[in-house]
């Protein structure tokens, strides 16, 4: 099935590491991409991993990939309160004779003092 | 950065009036799509495009319709809106490594 799934919520203090996780069901996912959303804003790309790698490290941001347990997670490095959104998990699978995109629900991280 | 613009920002209108949501991007992308998004809900895919002529509906059913004329523009229309089509409205394109790229959205209330 297409499936993506995210835990809703994420509280942590301003300059610690949010870790955002997020599982997947399709094991033929060419790419997978981490999106951040702010109120009111449309979605924005922040970083993507191909399938053939466990790490990607961009700035603040690390990417993980665990294809064996389906699993990807984002770290963000020193946490501020301008992460403060909802971070998207999306997985691009072929399903119907085309690709697609499944997003997950969404994470929402609030940053506090 | 995206080059992909989504007008109106926000739209307030009345029952059974008649609206039509832009959307344009300066990439040359082919692969276009709608998503409706309930505010922090995750979205729905309501409509896709793979290139000028070509419109298919997606997973979420939807009265709204698209037209895709010309390959930057891909415009979603409702006939006759609702207080039930209240929602967020982003439209995307698809790169070449298969990442979308989102418009700000538009943020449309029926009453």
């Known amino acids: 099935g297409e499936d993506v799934e995210q835990s809703l919520f994420l509280s942590v203090r301003e300059g610690d590491s949010s870790v955002i996780n997020c599982t997947y069901t399709?094991?033929?996912?060419?790419?997978l991409y981490w999106y951040k959303q702010e109120p009111g804003a449309g979605l924005q790309l922040l970083t993507y991993?191909?399938?053939?790698?466990d790490m990607k490290q961009d700035q603040r941001l690390t990417v993980l990939l665990n294809k064996k347990d389906k699993h990807l997670s984002l770290r963000i490095a020193d946490t501020q309160t301008g992460d403060s959104a909802i971070y998207f998990c999306?997985?691009?699978?072929?399903?119907?004779?085309?690709?697609?995109?499944?997003f997950g629900a969404g994470t929402r991280l609030a940053v506090h003092p | 950065e995206a080059d992909i613009y989504q007008t109106p920002r926000y739209l307030v209108i009345g029952t059974g009036k008649k609206i039509t949501l832009e959307c344009s991007q300066t990439?040359?992308?082919?692969?276009m799509y709608w998503y409706q998004q309930d505010p922090g809900m995750e979205l729905h895919l309501i409509h896709y495009?793979?290139?000028?002529?070509?419109?298919e509906k997606g997973d979420l059913s939807s009265e709204s319709t698209v037209s895709r004329i010309r390959t930057e523009h891909f415009p979603l229309t409702l006939e006759s809106a609702r207080p039930s089509h209240t929602s967020q409205y982003l439209c995307?394109?698809?790169?070449?490594?298969?990442?979308?790229?989102f418009g700000e959205g538009s943020r449309l209330t029926v009453l």
């Open positions: 999306a997985e691009t699978i072929f399903s119907g004779g085309y690709n697609k995109l499944i």
């Open positions: 991993i191909f399938s053939n790698m």
């Open positions: 495009s793979y290139g000028v002529n070509s419109t």
């Open positions: 995307a394109s698809r790169g070449r490594t298969g990442e979308l790229f």
């Open positions: 399709d094991s033929s996912s060419t790419y």
């Open positions: 990439m040359g992308h082919d692969k």
